[in-house]
């Protein structure tokens, strides 16, 4: 029988935050800092990462500029993060990129580029810092999947697989590792508002007209704030729990993925405005009472 574990202590721990230049990233950095544990701020984009780490206040902070794409390159970078910040207990793989286009339109190299990223980067990483958290019981890791970690819809091959990998990968992991004494989240974020549609690529199949017809789609979804999201995490994190789901555009998916395995887009597309936001209003009122438990 696996073991319980305790709440997680953030404070006098570190935390690896990679993504933490922007959204869900820079807001878990503030909301850790908060917490007393201090940081360590991975992000490709050196000069953001450089203002997030001047606006974090009460914890000690060194930041690490690192394209995960390069998943070879990882092994070196966490053997100088290891060694220059003793006291690793929570490793946040938050980072991800977006590709929009179909199976056909999407090229081989960037459905790689995908797959390093999102799925290839959190799985190296946390090989390669799990010995540290196993020396401290206790510990935690956080992959942020995504609601296309719950549904697959069209145009989102590559970025659905990634983040389902992710999601399969968690729960696995987090099995193994419970009676180890580490513990294991994975998060599955709706329409959170960061630059994700800012910073997504489109496909090199994908016409013109049609790439910004679909960034300025996905920009619509993006309304629920990046602080709340990270709080809600936070707080999944301290009460251990397996899966964290933000937002009712989280929630309601998965809930008709559940029902309807195999025909939940037609179900969404044919509920109408009126039962759309019934079910959303009681999503919302299941996810606060979630949130405030």
């Given at each position: 029988m696996s073991q319980q574990l305790s709440r997680f202590r953030f404070a006098g721990g570190t935390a690896v935050v990679t993504g933490a230049a922007s959204g869900i990233g820079e807001q878990l950095a503030y909301g850790l800092a908060?917490?007393?544990?201090?940081?360590?701020?991975?992000?490709?984009?050196?000069?953001?990462?450089?203002?997030?780490?001047?606006?974090?206040?009460?914890?000690?902070?060194?930041?690490?500029?690192?394209?995960?794409?390069?998943?070879?390159?990882?092994?070196?970078l966490v053997a100088r993060v290891v060694a220059e910040n003793p006291g690793i207990t929570l490793l946040a793989n938050n980072a991800g990129v977006a590709l929009g286009g179909t199976f056909d339109q999407v090229s081989a190299e960037e459905f790689d580029w995908v797959m390093d990223v999102n799925f290839r980067a959190p799985v190296a990483l946390t090989r390669l810092f799990l010995p540290t958290l196993l020396a401290a019981p206790g510990s935690h890791i956080v992959n942020v999947s995504s609601l296309f970690g719950l549904i697959g819809p069209p145009g989102q091959t590559a970025y659905s697989a990634s983040k389902f990998a992710l999601r399969g990968f968690s729960e696995s992991l987090r099995h193994e590792l419970v009676d180890r004494g580490?513990?294991?989240?994975?998060?599955?974020?709706?329409?959170?508002?960061?630059?994700?549609?800012?910073?997504?690529?489109?496909?090199?199949?994908?016409?013109?007209?049609?790439?910004?017809?679909?960034?300025?789609?996905?920009?619509?979804?993006?309304?629920?704030?990046?602080?709340?999201?990270?709080?809600?995490i936070l707080g999944g994190v301290a009460k251990r729990e397996g899966r964290v789901l933000i937002a009712w555009t989280a929630v309601v998916p998965d809930l008709l993925a559940r029902l309807f395995p195999t025909s939940y887009l037609t179900v969404m597309n044919r509920l109408g405005p009126s039962t759309r936001t019934a079910v959303r209003d009681a999503a919302r009122r299941a996810a606060s009472r979630n949130t405030a438990a």
């Open positions: 908060r917490r007393g544990c201090g940081l360590v701020l991975i992000d490709r984009d050196a000069e953001r990462l450089a203002a997030v780490a001047g606006r974090v206040r009460g914890a000690r902070v060194r930041t690490y500029v690192a394209d995960l794409a390069e998943v070879a390159g990882l092994e070196g580490v513990g294991v989240t994975c998060v599955h974020p709706g329409g959170i508002r960061t630059r994700i549609a800012e910073t997504a690529r489109v496909a090199s199949g994908v016409g013109e007209v049609e790439a910004a017809q679909g960034k300025a789609s996905f920009a619509k979804l993006l309304t629920y704030p990046a602080d709340k999201a990270a709080e809600r």
